[in-house]
């Protein structure tokens, strides 16, 4: 979260002109965030923003980085060294690359980042994550990173549901694959299957009872 603030931040190493104008328009309307609890975790939103359906208002607020923090991190370094930039238009005005996690002169950098990175467990912004990250978390994140480089050849890691296996950007070919197998292992009955199978068992239920109740009254009638 810091980063955003950082881009806009003249005095940053981080930042960057191209960043201002999407950065005004969501400022206008961001006020601030509180966390209120950790366990669970409850995070207060305000904003100068309403809807006309509550689910919009809240929709706004539920945001999540698509990449970790500690693949943004090499990222970060490279940029504020002044060996890549992120934006296009940074990158032109500075003279260096780019900043690219699937290929191109990006990745030498990168890599030489995460050896550093992860030498001295870095943690950005410290202030902040130090409180939620430690030294030997961080240092295991960037292990597990360097291991993925190493067997993918290239730094790209998200949260969908696939993930990039192999890339070959002279080619322009990806080879990508379902991350199915690392889920968590799903029940033997379907959600919808045991939804069927409580009704069917209902309904045999109320059956029944009907079907006894009527056979109990003939059977007092011809009593009669």
Excluded: C
Aim: charged letters at 25%.
């Amino acid at each position: 979260f810091p980063y955003i603030f950082e881009r806009v931040d003249e005095t940053s190493p981080l930042y960057d002109e191209a960043a201002v104008p999407d950065f005004s328009v969501w400022r206008n309307l961001f006020i601030a965030f509180k966390i209120q609890s950790e366990h669970p975790l409850i995070i207060e939103y305000y904003v100068n923003y309403t809807a006309l359906d509550a689910e919009d208002v809240v929709h706004w607020a539920s945001d999540w980085p698509s990449i970790p923090w500690h693949v943004l991190a090499i990222g970060l370094e490279a940029e504020a060294k002044g060996l890549l930039a992120f934006s296009a238009d940074k990158a032109e005005a500075k003279e260096v690359e780019q900043t690219n996690y699937i290929g191109g002169p990006s990745l030498n950098i990168l890599s030489q980042m995460l050896d550093e990175a992860e030498s001295e467990g870095y943690i950005p912004f410290s202030e902040l994550l130090g409180e939620y990250v430690s030294t030997d978390d961080a240092k295991d994140r960037y292990s597990k990173l360097k291991t993925w480089y190493e067997e993918r050849g290239h730094f790209w890691v998200s949260n969908g549901p696939y993930y990039l296996h192999s890339v070959d950007i002279t080619a322009h070919t990806a080879h990508l694959r379902s991350v199915a197998k690392y889920l968590v292992e799903q029940p033997l009955i379907s959600t919808e299957l045991l939804i069927i199978i409580v009704v069917v068992v209902v309904v045999a239920i109320v059956a029944v009872y009907w079907y006894l109740r009527k056979r109990k009254a003939e059977e007092a009638e011809s009593k009669e």
